[in-house]
């Protein structure tokens, strides 16, 4: 037998201002539009907007 999908699933965060990425996971059920964080991005040495990418 096939086991089915999981519910969480691995994503990539980007930075708006530079090329930094972090990466997470995410439940697929609660949150089904992309993920906007505000975390730090050691480039600029402050707190940017991350959105999820593919």
Aim: net charge positive; no cysteine; proline share 2%.
């Amino acid at each position: 037998m096939a086991k089915k999908k999981g519910q969480r699933i691995v994503i990539k965060l980007r930075s708006t201002e530079s090329g930094h990425m972090y990466v997470t996971s995410k439940n697929r059920n609660n949150d089904q539009q992309r993920l906007e964080l505000r975390k730090y991005d050691p480039i600029v040495r402050r707190h940017v907007l991350y959105r999820e990418t593919k």
